[in-house]
């Protein structure tokens, strides 16, 4: 049977300045799912890029003396270099300044002109250059831009526009017959009211600088940043050209987005496609953000955390773990180092590398390692293993809603339940008695099954434990035990050596 096929997209950053913990967040969580669904059998392309043109790229560069080009090339090589660090698994990486996404961007540009989508005329309005967007005088908040609250210019050139309006009707009423197609609810509710209060026709070109994507009837005008840079899920899959990833992946199943552009992708971005004949994607998640005690990141507000350095103090599973868990689904998270080092100790260190440390110790300490088969089911055994062999549709279902934090939520269910479990049966004391070495033999096998469930099952969170357990439990060898389908409660193989390591995640002391 073929597999099904899963498409998922981050954003593509602005390479105006390097990445913050932020946008580590929303890549981190794409790469969960872009993961978690290879792990549960299907065939994924997993997008991430670069938005390289606009008017804020141009004047970065500008203002240190360098080309848009040579800028923007030393900052995607950061962007990738933090990937590759954060163990982010990319198909593939599209630059909005390469050939095969200019040539889309053109193509469908000149389309929807030919078929009148697009027409020229003049324009005066107000023009937001951080957020790279048009506003009407009438949605300014106190002559400010009403998203991030800066100023705004005028702007007065012969421009192209898009009927946008001309779609609202349609749009709506695909929101309306889809509930998945915005999530989570409240974001879709905010679409459906920006809709509802009238949708006016955008402009969609720029005459006064030349860093864009040139108007291919009318070289003067370069086109708009926003239809440039969306165009990239497609463009990325080769559209228009015959090497078939676009008919293998497309329609996407998650563009995955913060909640600062859930407007482009659910609203813009359909109708460019409606516009255009293209089947809209199946789904546009936005999540919350990750704020300071200072308000959002950014960059003019020198607040930003440097993802890089996170790294180096804490490792790689520890961040995601963290960016994972902190923010809910759809809501914001406050960003704290402490927070961070106490999410460490409690979940990490306390939870997880103990139960590790005592279950792999025991078993070396007791039995030299050697997992003996397991004898009757007594006592709280039955609980442990009704959780274990339950979490992983649990958290399967979690996924589907796109609710990574509780997912790994259920999952530390089942390590806090695991650690209850020693203390109930207190190996130690059956490690006493000749009598009771066939029920502490049950008990290790138990918790050498619960953890293997555990780092299966977290594998696409934290990628980097995993592989450092498998050996410890003797099964890095046996790939058909890292599987989704090998969650089968009593697969771990009887005989099997086990040995204590290092401290998986130790404790951060503080002053
Ligand atoms: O908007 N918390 O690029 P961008 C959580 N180029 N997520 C955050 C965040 C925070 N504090 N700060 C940033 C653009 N993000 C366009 C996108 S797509 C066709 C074009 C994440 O570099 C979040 O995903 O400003 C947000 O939507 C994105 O970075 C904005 O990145």
Redesign the pocket.
């Known amino acids: 049977m073929e597999k099904k096929t899963f498409y998922i997209t981050t ?4 390479p105006s300045d390097n990445l913050h913990i ?2 580590a ?2 890549t981190v969580a794409a790469d969960t799912f872009a993961r978690f669904m290879r792990l549960t059998g299907h065939e994924v392309w997993f997008l991430t890029g670069s ?1 390289e043109h606009g008017q804020k790229i141009d004047r970065a560069a500008r203002s240190r003396g360098q080309t848009p080009q040579e800028y923007v090339d030393k900052i995607v090589e950061g962007f990738k270099l933090l990937w590759e660090r954060l163990a982010i698994s990319n198909n593939d990486f599209i630059r909005t300044t390469e050939e095969r996404h200019k040539r889309v961007v053109s193509e469908i540009f000149e389309r929807l002109y030919r078929q009148d989508d697009i027409y020229k005329a003049g324009y005066e309005g107000w023009y937001c250059t951080p957020c790279e967007t048009f506003w009407v005088e009438a949605r300014l908040e106190d002559g400010n831009c009403p998203d991030c609250g800066r100023p705004v210019e005028l702007l007065k050139e012969e421009s192209y526009f898009f009927r946008m309006s001309k779609y609202a009707d349609r749009l709506l009423k695909h929101i309306e017959e889809n509930p998945q197609f915005i999530q989570p609810v409240t974001r879709r509710n905010e679409m459906v009211s920006f809709i509802k209060s009238g949708l006016e026709d955008l402009c969609v070109s720029r005459t006064t600088f030349d860093w864009g994507i040139k108007v291919p009837f009318d070289p003067k005008h370069v086109v708009y940043v926003w239809v440039d ?2 165009t ?1 899920y497609i463009s990325a899959l080769g559209y228009g050209g015959d090497d078939g990833l676009y008919q293998k992946f497309w329609p996407a199943d998650i563009h995955l ?2 909640k ?2 859930v407007r482009f992708h659910a609203i813009i971005w359909p109708v460019i496609l409606m516009a255009a004949g293209i089947p809209l994607p199946r789904q546009v998640v936005g999540h919350g ?2 704020l300071l005690d200072s308000g ?2 950014s960059k003019s507000k020198g607040n930003v955390v440097d993802p890089h350095v996170l790294i180096d103090k804490y490792g790689v599973d520890a961040i995601r773990y963290y960016l994972l868990r902190e923010l809910g689904f759809g809501t914001d998270g406050l960003y704290s180092e402490d927070a961070l080092i106490n999410r460490l100790n409690k979940d990490l260190a306390n939870d997880l590398g103990n139960l590790v440390s005592r279950t792999l110790g025991m078993a070396d300490k007791y039995f030299k390692g050697v997992t003996g088969s397991p004898g009757q089911v007594e006592g709280p055994d039955e609980e442990l293993i009704a959780l274990a062999s339950e979490t992983p549709g649990v958290v399967m279902d979690l996924m589907e809603r796109r609710e990574l934090s509780n997912a790994l939520g259920a999952v530390w269910r089942l390590v806090s339940r695991a650690n209850k479990y020693v203390d109930e049966t207190a190996p130690w004391v059956l490690a006493k008695s000749p009598e009771t070495t066939d029920r502490l033999n049950t008990v290790l096998y138990n918790l050498a099954e619960t953890v293997r469930f555990i780092t299966v099952i977290t594998s696409p969170f934290m990628p980097l434990m995993a592989p450092r357990v498998w050996p410890l439990l003797g099964i890095d060898r046996r790939p058909d035990l890292h599987t989704w389908e090998s969650l089968i409660w009593g697969r771990f193989p009887v005989g099997t050596v086990v040995r204590r390591g290092d401290p998986l995640f130790p404790r951060i002391e503080t002053a």
């Open positions: 954003p593509i950053y602005y932020g946008h967040y929303t938005d840079a969306l990239n987005v913060g600062d552009i953000w990750l959002k990141m």
